[in-house]
């Protein structure tokens, strides 16, 4: 089964700030007794999303209404550190963000994001800045991830390179992100090697 070939990513985005934002921020470990992940996105950032003793919503910015919908998440330095739960980066795939820009990615999430078809790239914390001060000055504006040609881009004219490892970015360009689906698709390839192989 051919996958997407993700060229392009686009759409509003939001800012989360911090640094060292941990899988146990991104998902707590309370939420992850799930049987599949579909349920996970409105647990996302639950507990800097509602004040643990009334229950009621926080200023997060998640929370502000000028970016529902936003797809595109803006953040720090080492996001997604912390336990290598895959349930963070699927937490933030069903709440409905397509990418992650940060300083830089914890390395398990962002392997396990990849997996997704959920590009993960990286930006000097300047240019995130300038990405923020866009955005929040007007949640409206559009956010591009150019995988072809590694640019982010915003619909106000900033334009950034960003650094992936290349592995990653031709996996996804070339739709190649789902290692699982590689080897279905070739299970011919397989049985001829293994019985090429007299150890097998």
Known sequence: MALEKITSVSGRAVFVPGADIDTDRIIPARFMKCVTFDGLGEFAFYDVRFDPNTGE????????SR??????????????????REHAPQ??????FKAVVA???AEIFFGNSTGLAMPCVCLTAAEIDQLRQAVEADPSVEITLDMANKRVRSSTGLDFGFNMPESARDALVAGRWDPIQELLDREPQIADLAKALHYV
Do not use: M, Q
């Open 57 to 64: 919503k926080t200023n997060h910015p998640l929370n502000d």
């Open 67 to 84: 970016f529902d919908g936003a797809t595109i998440l803006l953040a720090g330095v080492n996001f997604g550190c912390g336990s290598s």
């Open 91 to 96: 937490s933030l795939s069903k709440y409905g």
């Open 103 to 105: 300083e830089s990615f």
